[in-house]
């Protein structure tokens, strides 16, 4: 939204050594957020008001003209313009050397120079109204039509910006820090703020004496629910011209283009009191009778923007007997309004219920200056000010026009609302030490009024900011803090008592696992949606069916929510492998479960089950390299965390993506937690993932338990000397290594330890042969091993490798 | 013979000195110690010695003899003690070996940085469900029953409960302040905790606007919280993630959970609030809204609001990440492009 300065104040007096960027700033921290703000008075600099004394034909160019040009004192000077309504006499703006012009009105402000223009020297130009900054005040018709000034009695010389009301400070305001505060939609309310932080007085708005009679306007109001105050009034003798230059340039300077008398009034009050308001034309108004109700059904109204509604039976229009007028409270129609023509008018201030107006506002997707306001709760009070307003400026600028009439429905006002709030209570909050006149005063320069016993305020709440805005003390805290301003707050330790050391295993296990994998296993954190691709949820070999779904999703292919991180691996993976070889990637989230529900916080809320899942995908060109990289980053991972001992078994899960045979399911305690696997081919082929072999992880984190640290023990270093043996043996492919291990182990207990080293197959080995290479430890705790019981050992060993899993040497 | 002995010594180490190639250093070890060498006739000749002289003289050669042998190996180590000498060759320019890549995700550093200065303060740690209901998003923050937010199409409804209400209307969390109503519901204040989390807004995205992005929440319970006490949580916090004392201060704001609403501002880093395009030249940024939890709020935690009061405060993590390695598009963070995800290793 945005504020003028000088518009503000008109209501209030400001001290004069304000800078605007002070009141920005104040503005922004007590109040309401300003995104910047235009300071128009420079950009009239060197821009005069010139006479045209003589037009000439340029010797050069056959679309320019040379024009003599008086600038007063005497002074004439040469100007080259190509402008289509140049005349003799003609009052124009000119820019001397020095000044800055848009060209044509569009990109970047541009200074002037004294140029030859085709072989004439041009001092300066005749300017276009969008040239300097005037294109909303003066709008012209085509784009070399010359800003014509010559209605106006300006003596050439005078400088355009005492010419014209156009100095300005310009605010933006973020309408998204109002919308709690439907006071400041307008210039009035702004000052209102200004004159509290400021401590200045607030001038009063123009009374106007209401007439009693109701001059034969009749309202009916039908639908009371939503409309909560109405008034009317007739004026006669009223005729259409172009407004006051003083309040078109108001209506300018906000970024409204003036149009007529009447309509510049409706929006003149709404830009100064936030208030919207109607003009109807009386004539259009059958037998003076104006209802308010809601639409019928099949009910149509075009609309002033050129719109057809097909009114739906939940809209609220204002009506004659024959047919609706207007949308309530969002725009007029297209025939009852004001033209040229009008010479009665009927003044329409009103209050719709808010919810209604935002309601139907998107209903029909239009969003006027008007529905804006009326859907954050205007004070109904309000009203009667725009009424008076209204009528005080027509009556004073129109002389002869005549407010004959005047009838309201307003059932009932609402009832004034006070709050009880305590002196300590406020300190208490702030933290910071207030007198009682201190805070008086600041709720006083708002409009509250403050009533006190002891140290007990009791502070009646202004209508303009009773409608939901101030209701309970911390509000009040919240008035004379900001007044104060939280920029005066000192800072103020909380008081810390002694508590016991926080213990929160489940977190540091979340952060343990994280910190594991990218540091430990060289893989990559992504985040991905909660929502799934269903390509890459079928290729994973999921069902859709029973997912919880989104109403409205991002797009139609990601509607339910995932239940397992695979999906996302896959799609991930997938892009990654565009630009490299290799890659691992791991996310911890949430899966959800559309099928199971539990409570949460409270028996009344039942939510999906949403258990916190950890998984990883290892993407190599060999599927064993891939596998056995995913089984020591796990191996090892669980391993690390403060949980029950972990195993990997060789056996097939449920999880539809995973390859027989390349499949360990992993148990900690009494749980199956997660899997391990290499994604089957055919799952590959359909996620349209080629070369390389994908060894996948998942771990449900919520099945582990785990303790406040990981317990760990120290093994003494042996005393006497251990011996490595080292063994090469051939055997029949489908041998597993698990096996020998297990086997080699309990041999003799001579044995410490039993080390995998390599596996081969190839040219030197038999078919449907292979060689495990392994390192065995041999120790004894209380002797040095002689080199006869280390061959006693290696004896046994392949004695019984040899008997039970058929393995030996290779020279055998 | 001793005084030949120390003549061959001194030259042998003047010699020495002087060789410059570990082929010179050969040829002076064998001029002294090979078969024909100096040193080696010299000990010959101790047969020709007296014998009551012999002991003493063969002692002396001896020793020279160590002395020497020492001091060629330490030559020879001294003109081998660089890479060209030592025989060995490579290029020391090339890069040092990679060691396996991984990184943790920005937003998840950060989020740990975020949680150590919390810890340091005693704060512990809390997480809520992200398929929560509109009770916890709405009802339990403050919102109005008729509140746009409640109908607008910013919240992700899910299909089958749209049409219920409270808390059997299910949605993907918009924020997550409904989280801290849950643990207030578990918990007996006085207590202070984080809760980090991923929200989710139904909007267009463009390069500062996503879907799912990640807030950071704080709130502490007390019986004596003033407003002074949030901002100094507020710059204990950011002076203790940017490692430098920031300049931060509070304005009005609106947000129906808390009363009052606070807009929390740090001078901008980049310019030190001169003003810049990374500050729309206002010096500041935006960084988090905070204030007192609204007595509605309290009241749906259980908790009575003329006993405690507290002070929130929300932080937008995806921002903060931004604004600390100047990263220009908010979708980087769901990309899991490992070019964006290997920069933060």
């Known amino acids: 939204m945005k504020i003028s300065l000088q518009w503000i104040k008109e209501y209030v007096d400001l001290p004069s050594d304000l800078t605007a960027e002070q009141i920005a700033y104040d503005l922004t921290m007590s109040t309401v957020e300003v995104e910047g703000w235009d300071d128009t008075s420079s950009l009239f600099d060197n821009i005069l008001v010139g006479q045209i004394s003589a037009v000439k034909a340029h010797p050069d160019a056959d679309r320019l003209k040379v024009c003599d040009v008086n600038l007063g004192n005497g002074e004439t000077k040469e100007i080259v313009c190509g402008g289509s309504n140049l005349r003799e006499e003609m009052l124009v703006a000119i820019a001397t050397p020095g000044a800055k012009v848009r060209w044509h009105g569009e990109g970047e402000l541009v200074e002037l120079k004294l140029t030859k223009i085709r072989g004439v020297e041009s001092y300066g130009m005749i300017c276009a109204s969008n040239e300097i900054g005037l294109g909303e005040l003066f709008p012209a018709d085509d784009e070399k039509e010359i800003l014509d000034l010559s209605s106006h009695e300006f003596a050439a010389g005078t400088p355009l910006a005492e010419a014209l009301p156009v100095c300005d400070v310009i605010y933006d305001i973020d309408n998204k820090s109002l919308t709690n505060r439907p006071d400041l939609w307008g210039h009035y309310g702004m000052a209102r703020e200004l004159a509290a932080i400021y401590s200045c007085e607030l001038n009063p708005l123009p009374s106007f004496e209401l007439p009693s009679s109701d001059a034969g306007l009749k309202l009916q109001i039908e639908a009371t629910d939503l409309c909560r105050r109405f008034t009317g009034a007739t004026i006669e003798n009223v005729s259409v011209q172009p407004s006051p230059l003083w309040m078109q340039a108001r209506l300018a300077s906000v970024g409204q283009r003036p149009i007529n008398l009447m309509v510049d009034l409706t929006n003149y009050v709404m830009f100064a009191l936030g208030q919207p308001t109607h003009a109807f034309d009386a004539n259009n108004v059958a037998n003076n009778k104006l209802i308010v109700r809601r639409a019928s059904k099949d009910e149509k109204l075009s609309l002033l923007d050129g719109s057809a509604l097909e009114l739906s039976t939940e809209s609220l229009v204002v009506a004659d007997e024959t047919g609706p007028l207007s949308l309530a409270g969002i725009m007029g129609g297209e025939t009852s309004g004001v033209s040229d023509k009008t010479t009665t008018l009927f003044f329409e201030v009103a209050n719709w219920d808010p919810t209604h107006i935002r309601r139907d506002a998107s209903r029909y997707n239009i969003r006027t200056e008007s529905s804006m306001r009326f859907e954050k709760a205007i004070d109904p009070e309000r009203a009667l000010d725009g009424s008076k307003l209204f009528l005080h400026l027509l009556t004073t600028i129109q002389p002869n026009a005549s407010v004959t009439g005047w009838t309201e429905h307003y059932p009932t006002p609402p009832q004034e609302l006070s709050v009880e709030v305590e002196r300590e209570f406020i300190i208490n909050r702030i933290g910071k030490e207030i007198s009682s006149a201190e805070i008086t005063q600041k709720l006083t320069a708002l409009g509250f009024e403050v009533s006190q016993t002891d140290d007990c305020f009791v502070v009646r709440v202004p209508s303009w900011r009773a409608t939901g805005d101030v209701s309970i003390p911390e509000d009040i805290v919240e008035e004379v803090a900001r007044l104060i301003g939280y920029d005066n707050i000192e800072f103020v330790a909380p008081p810390v008592e002694l508590t016991k050391a926080i213990q929160q295993p489940r977190f540091d296990l979340d952060r343990s696992i994280r910190t594991f994998l990218a540091v430990k296993g060289g893989m990559y954190e992504i985040f991905a949606y909660p929502w799934a691709e269903e390509k890459f949820v079928q290729a994973a070999g999921f069902s859709l069916e029973h997912t919880l779904t989104i109403c409205d999703p991002p797009s139609p292919s990601t509607k339910s929510l995932k239940t397992s991180l695979v999906p996302d691996l896959l799609e991930a993976t997938k892009a990654n492998l565009r630009n490299f070889a290799t890659c691992s990637l791991f996310e911890v989230s949430r899966i959800f479960n559309g099928q199971s529900f539990s409570h949460w916080t409270i028996q009344e809320e039942k939510l ?132 020998v291990e297990q086997l080699v182990k309990k041999c003799d207990p001579l044995i410490q330890s039993v080390c995998f080293a390599d596996e081969y197959r190839g040219k030197q080995i038999p078919d449907g042969k292979k060689s495990l290479a392994f390192q065995m430890t041999l120790g004894d705790p209380k002797a040095t091993l002689t080199s006869e019981q280390v061959q006693a050992v290696a004896d046994k060993v392949l004695q019984r490798v040899d008997k039970e899993l058929g393995g030996h040497l290779r020279d055998k | 013979m001793n005084e030949q002995l120390d003549a061959l010594t001194q030259q042998a180490k003047l010699d020495l000195q002087a060789s410059s190639s570990l082929t010179e250093l050969q040829d002076l070890e064998t001029s002294l110690f090979g078969k024909k060498g100096k040193m080696t006739q010299l000990m010959k000749g101790l047969k020709d010695i007296p014998p009551e002289q012999r002991k003493a003289f063969g002692q002396a050669a001896n020793k020279a003899k160590q002395e020497l042998l020492e001091l060629l190996a330490d030559k020879k180590d001294d003109l081998s003690d660089s890479l060209s000498g030592s025989g060995v060759s490579f290029d020391i ?89 849950r643990y207030m519901q578990e918990h007996k204040p006085p207590f202070r905790f984080v809760y980090p989390g991923r929200v989710y807004r139904n909007e267009s995205t463009d390069a500062s606007h996503e879907r799912a992005f990640y807030q950071y929440e704080a709130l502490m319970v007390d019986k004596h919280v003033p407003f002074s006490s949030g901002r100094l949580m507020v710059n204990s916090i950011l002076e203790r993630v940017f490692g430098r004392h920031v300049e931060t201060r509070m304005r009005a704001g609106f947000f129906p959970f808390v009363e009052p609403g606070f807009e929390i501002d740090m001078q901008c880093l980049v310019c030190g609030g001169k003003g810049c395009s990374v500050c729309g030249r206002t010096g500041w940024v935006e960084m988090m809204p905070g204030g007192p939890p609204h007595p509605n709020v309290l009241r749906a935690g259980g908790i009575d609001s003329n006993e405690w009061m507290g002070f929130y405060i929300n932080i937008g993590l995806d921002r903060l990440v931004m604004m600390r390695y100047g990263i220009d598009d908010i979708r980087l963070f769901h990309s899991g492009d490992i070019r964006f995800l290997n920069q933060f290793q």
């Open chain 1, 608 to 739: 999906p089950a949403q258990p916190k899942f950890c998984g990883g995908a290892i993407a190599h060109n060999d599927a064993e390299t891939a596998f056995l990289k995913a089984k020591g980053i796990v191996t090892e991972l669980l391993a690390s965390l403060p949980i029950h001992k972990a195993r990997l078994q060789e056996q097939e899960s449920s999880a539809p993506w995973a390859t027989k045979g390349a499949t360990l399911t992993i148990s900690v305690g009494k749980h199956e937690v997660g899997v391990l696997a290499l994604a089957s081919p055919k799952v590959l082929r359909k996620a349209g993932i080629e070369r390389v072999h994908i060894a996948l992880f998942e771990l449900n984190l919520d099945l582990l338990d785990p303790k406040p640290i990981k317990e760990r023990a120290y093994t003494p270093l042996p005393k006497y000397p251990q011996v490595d043996y080292d063994l090469a043996l051939l055997f029949d492919q489908d041998v597993a290594w698990s096996s």
């Open chain 2, 93 to 181: 320019t090339r890069p040092g070996l990679p060691l396996t890549g991984g990184a943790l995700h920005p937003v998840t550093q950060m989020m740990y940085d975020l949680n150590d200065a919390f810890h340091s303060l005693g704060f512990e740690i809390y997480e809520g469900p992200e398929v929560s209901s509109e009770g916890y998003g709405f009802d339990n923050m403050n919102f109005p029953a008729d509140h746009p937010a409640r109908e607008s199409m910013d919240t992700y409804w899910l299909e089958g409960y749209e049409d219920k209400k409270s808390y059997e209307r299910l949605c993907l969390r918009p924020h997550l302040t409904g989280a801290s109503v």
